[in-house]
Nanobody, 124 residues
Framework: QVQLVESGGGLVQAGGSLRLSCAAS????????MAWFRQAPGKEREFVGA????????DYADSVKGRFTISRDNAKNTLSLQMNSLKAEDTAVYYC?????????????????WGQGTQVTVSS
């Protein structure tokens, strides 16, 4: 079983930055794909980015490429999402997700484990 707990959300002005964290526990994460999704009111859950816990390349949605960065802190067993140059359209609940399959892709339905989400609000 996997437990994921997000933190770090809040209110920020457009152009500002926020760093989200996802504390992961419950199993060995080697080979597990970790991802960030977001969901704005009235919209479907949207892929933000993903990477293997073990390393390798990181994939990002075009809408956040160059502004958001996913990284891992081995010592703290956390996955972070650094968000820079935030825009009003980045406002959403952000979720951490995990899946043990090698290529879960960008569809939310492909991920087995989810955190509770953290709200990010960007004021314009």
């Amino acid at each position: 079983q996997v437990q994921l707990v997000e933190s770090g959300g809040g209110l920020v002005q457009a152009g500002g930055s926020l760093r989200l964290s996802c504390a992961a526990s419950g199993r060995t994460f080697s080979g597990v794909v970790m991802a960030w999704f977001r969901q704005a009111p009235g919209k479907e859950r949207e892929f933000v980015g993903a990477r293997s816990w073990s390393g390798g390349s990181t994939d990002y949605a075009d809408s956040v490429k160059g502004r958001f960065t996913i990284s891992r802190d081995n010592a703290k067993n956390t996955l972070s999402l650094q968000m820079n140059s935030l825009k009003a359209e980045d406002t959403a609940v952000y979720y951490c997700a995990a899946d043990p399959s090698p290529l879960p892709g960008v569809e939310a339905k492909s991920y087995d484990y989810w955190g509770q989400g953290t709200q990010v609000t960007v004021s314009s």
